[in-house]
């Protein structure tokens, strides 16, 4: 089969031609129709998770992963129920499951995790081995390149807006923001919209054609912050909406600015999750947070439970996709175009898998 691998950080990807991957009894083997492309992607190529996964090369990458069953291990049991042509995604977040994070369902932050794509080989290839929990079966036919991105583009926001909405920010009355319009930004203006309960969502990012597309998905008021101050773009905040601060936001970017920006524009008792991961570090003014009773809440990923919402969602057609089908071939190009933030929307490699044929049922 074709991988596109890892071989040392700092180098483009090695398209080779390998061995087809044997299963454990517990794993089942997906031939992959689509694979997203992430900015971590190229943030793991750059070594930014080189302390943190100490993964040994060649890694192949890719954890947004959707496909066909191929082969089922010996010990994947009937209650599974999994056969062969069934069309799966890959939740990523593959936990001990006996810690208390996984046995509270949250597996993505098991201290023993690991992540396909970042050790356990990735979607960047023909075929994926998958432990077979990690498996959810999706009966309506998705295109490939619309279930890929649910795995993370498309449930990290949402995880991290049910956060905001458990801490009470939300109202007809409230303002919302989402910080960023490409990959998860593109989502994330939809569940800000679905779950905030009627709040005004406004979209800051700094790309027109980025924030008109966030405008079709639904955003109240864009506002390209490029080359703005907090003060100019908190007037144009007041001008467009009437309000000067934000209730609630979401960080789907995770740079130094737009954590200024979020922090700096949140209301007193305000909530801020941070889902996006640019920068490294998070550096804010103690006094004004601890006495304006912020809260900011970091979010990683999502859950089994999270994605079968977003799923179930997506099958009701109530997620629209921005979607740029990539050649296998073309992955390192596109790397580069995801690297310099010049790829609208989610990347996703398509491979020429069937995907017309209705899913078998049981
Ligand atoms: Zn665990």
Not at 97 to 110: A, F
Not at 213 to 238: C, H, M, P, Y
Not at 262 to 269: D, K, N, R, S
Request: proline share 5%; aromatic share 8%.
């Amino acid at each position: 089969m074709l991988a596109a691998r890892m071989r040392e950080y700092h180098k483009p990807l090695v398209i080779e031609d390998i061995k087809v991957p044997d299963i454990l009894p517990d794993q089942v083997l997906v031939r992959v129709g689509g694979a997203g492309m992430c900015r971590s992607d190229v943030q793991l190529i750059d070594g930014y998770f080189a302390e943190a996964l100490k993964t040994k090369f060649p890694i192949t990458p890719g954890h947004e992963i959707s496909g066909l069953v191929s082969a089922i291990g010996d010990r994947v049991p009937e209650s599974a129920q999994l056969a062969v042509g069934d069309q799966v995604v890959v939740a990523a977040g593959w936990g001990d499951g006996i810690c208390r994070q996984c046995r509270l369902g949250n597996e993505q932050i098991c201290e023993h995790g690991s992540w396909p794509g970042f050790g356990p080989p990735g979607g960047y290839a023909e075929f994926v081995p998958v432990p077979y929990r990690q498996l959810i079966r999706v009966e309506q036919r998705l295109k490939w390149e619309e279930l890929a991105p649910l795995t993370d583009a498309g449930v990290t926001p949402y995880r991290g807006i049910k956060k905001l909405r458990a801490a009470g920010v939300f109202g007809p009355d409230r303002v919302m923001g989402v910080f960023g319009a490409s990959g998860l930004g593109s989502y994330a203006v939809q569940y800000a919209k679905l779950l905030s309960s009627g709040a005004t969502v406004v979209v800051f990012a700094r790309n027109d054609e980025k924030l008109a597309i966030a405008k079709e998905r639904g955003a109240d008021v864009t506002i390209n912050t490029r080359g703005k101050s907090l003060n100019d773009i908190q007037g144009e905040l007041f001008k467009l909406t009437g309000h000067r601060k934000l209730d609630a936001a979401i960080d789907c970017v995770g740079a130094e600015e737009t954590i200024q920006a979020g922090i700096g524009l949140l209301a007193t008792a305000g909530a801020f999750v941070s889902v996006g991961l640019v920068g490294t570090r998070i550096n804010i003014p103690l006094f004004p947070f601890t006495a304006s009773e912020l809260t900011y809440h970091g979010s990683f990923w999502a859950n089994y439970a999270d994605l079968q919402e977003v799923l179930a969602l997506a099958q009701k057609e109530k997620i629209q996709h921005s979607i740029k089908r990539i050649k296998f071939q073309d992955v390192n190009e596109n790397l580069e175009l995801l690297r310099a933030g010049d790829i609208i929307g989610r990347a996703v490699i398509v491979f020429d898998v069937d995907s017309d044929s209705p899913a078998p049922h049981k």
